[in-house]
Structure formats: C-alpha cells, structure tokens
C-alpha cells in the first residue's frame, strides 16, 4: 500500500498529490476535474473523468471466430459494461451468416440491447439499460421470483400430467437468464465506477462480491427447476410412478424449499442477521426430508426410481443454495451496525 502526505493549504484546506503512474494511467493532467466518493467504513473514492463515461465501446473481430464464439464475445461485453459493441468482419470481407445468427442470438437473450446499425462488413448493437432503472435489491427478488415460479411450475406439472405447465415453466429460463446476465451487467458497472454504486441501491461497494455469489446461486435453482420441468415432459404420461400421499409430501417439501429461498434472499437485502438464522433452522428440519421420502417408496422400477430421485435432489439442492445465500446475507449484516454488533 502505497502512503501519501497530507499537507495544509490554507486555513481549512488540506491536500494531497495523486500518484504520477495513475495519472499517467488515466490521462490526468493539471487542471482537469476529478469526482470525489466519500463512501462507508472512511473512504473517499478519487474517479477521472474517463471512468465516468457511460459509452464505452468494444469491437469484436469475428474473422478467427466460429458463430459461438461471437456470441458469447457479446454477452461478456455486455457484462463488462460496454454502451455500444461493434462486430467486424476482416477488412475487405463481409460477416457470413452465421455471424450475423449470433449478433441476433445474443440480442434476444440480453436485456436492452438492440441493432443500432448495420452494414455487410459491420453490426453495431447498443444497450439501452440505465443502471437508475434498477436496483440490485430489486433484481435479485426478482430472479429467486422467477426460479420459484418456474419450480412450482414444473412439481405441479408432476402432480397433474400437466406438460402445458412443464412448457411455460422452461419458457421462463429465458428471462430468468436475463435477469441474471443484466445483475452481472450492473455488478461490475458498479465495481467499476463507484458512482454508480449509488444509483443501483448501495451505499458504497462492499456487498457488490456477496451479490455476485448470491445472483449465481439463483441462477443455479432456476437451473434446477428446469431440470424439473425436463423431468415431467419425458417421464410416461408427464408424471411420477407414485402415489398421491408421496406426491403430496413433495409439494410440501417444495413449499418448504420456496420459504428458504425466499427467506435468504430478503435476509440479504434486508442486511437481517435474525432471517439468515431462520434460514439455516428451517433448513436443519429438512436437511434428510430427499432421503425420508426415497426410503419410504415402495418398489418400482430403476427408470422410475431414478426420476423420483432427480427432483428430489434438484430440490434439496435448491434448499442449499439458499443456505448459501443466508450465509452470506450473515456477512452482510455484520458488517452494519445492528442491535447484535457494533462497529468501531
């Protein structure tokens, strides 16, 4: 860590240099106008002009590229912030088809972003989405809204021979993709620029890395209940080789894993010590409930055994990734002065 010397100015002013290899870095000469942050904890935040930009661009070379590669080029820009990405082909050639396929591949699975020009060497595609349209807070209920949607979807497609609802519940992975990829998007805006950790719902960027984790644990349990979902429409008849009473024990287990994973993500957001805890108790109360219903079912074949057993391990799964998240609304409290810590 690097030390400076505060000097006085004047009656009330005191000043300190700027490191020479920053200001080389970020092109800041005399006379140029920084933004000063004063965040949590005692920091104070020195930002240049260029990291304020909002229209940062990127430009992708699809010539040593295959279609796939273009696309997920694309999402990662999008991830890493960029207002406006460009993708070329090599000078004198013109983008084949299956690069043009990508660019609009991509288009469909990101939020706010659209063709903004387009040209038989070049697509430019822009995103629209300001960070002061959302809050991280907000996102995050949003996409656990979404995973436990899509679950209750797929267990009550089970318990009717329902693959109507077995379809709309994978219909919903597309958003709840969106959702997560634009979490991504603002997470590492937010990191970037603290000045817009503000503008999506945080005092300053501490919880921006618990965040992260807790938006990849959900993306995980709307994985699961796709897999749920997958589960009905192939099984015979769109149903499980059970009886009502096991299929009504996991409903309830199902509405028990809803309760956790709602649970932890308000913990989360809500910075509450007490609900992380709940979390993790409620959770001690299912913690064999996958194992109890197998050993419980009576004999039947391996292919119908063995369905039973992968809903039953998505759910249990799910309950885990919220314990995860409670984990980590617990260091996220902790971190706040609350009626159980005070901070000095």
């Known amino acids: 860590m690097e030390t400076r010397k505060v000097q006085r100015l004047g009656p009330s002013t005191l ?25 949590g904890k005692g920091t104070l935040t020195v930002l240049p002009e260029s990291v304020q930009s909002e229209e940062s661009e990127a430009i992708i070379y699809a010539e040593n590229l295959d279609a796939s590669s273009v696309e997920r080029a694309i999402v990662a820009q999008y991830v890493l912030g960029r207002r406006i990405i460009h993708v070329e082909a090599a000078e004198g050639e013109t983008l084949d088809s ?68 077995a379809q709309r519940a994978l219909n919903r992975e597309r958003q709840a993709n969106k959702i997560f990829v634009l979490l991504l998007r603002l997470i590492f805006t937010a990191y970037q620029n603290p000045n817009l950790a503000r503008a999506v719902g945080l005092e300053d960027g501490f919880p921006l890395i ?25 099984a015979d008849d769109h149903s499980l080789s059970i009886d009502s009473s096991t299929m009504r024990r996991i409903r309830e287990f199902t509405d028990q894993v809803d309760e956790l994973t709602e649970l932890a993500v308000q913990a989360a957001v809500e910075r509450d010590y007490d609900l992380a805890i709940e979390v993790k108790e409620l959770f001690e109360e299912i913690g064999d409930r996958e194992h109890e219903i197998l050993r419980d079912l009576p004999e039947m074949s391996n292919e119908s055994l063995l369905e039973v057993r992968e809903v039953l391990v998505s759910l249990q799964q799910t309950a885990g990734f919220a314990v995860r998240n409670s984990e980590i609304a617990t260091n996220l409290a902790l971190n706040e002065q609350s009626e159980h810590t005070t901070i000095q």
């Open 98 to 165: 299956a690069h043009i396929n990508a660019v609009y591949n991509a288009e469909t699975q990101l939020m706010g972003l659209g063709v903004i020009e387009e040209t038989p060497e070049r697509i430019a595609i822009r995103c629209s989405v300001d960070p002061e349209d959302f809050t991280l807070d907000n996102l995050l209920e949003r996409l656990e809204s979404t995973g436990s949607t899509m679950r209750n979807e797929a267990i009550k497609a089970l318990a009717n021979s329902n693959p109507d609802l």
């Open 210 to 234: 618990g965040y992260r984790s807790i938006a990849k644990n959900l993306e995980l349990t709307a994985d699961n209940a796709e897999d749920i979902a997958e589960i009905s429409l192939e």
């Open 15 to 39: 000043a300190m240099t700027l490191p020479a290899e920053w200001a080389s870095a970020h092109n800041v000469e005399k006379g140029d106008e920084v933004s000063l942050r004063m965040g």
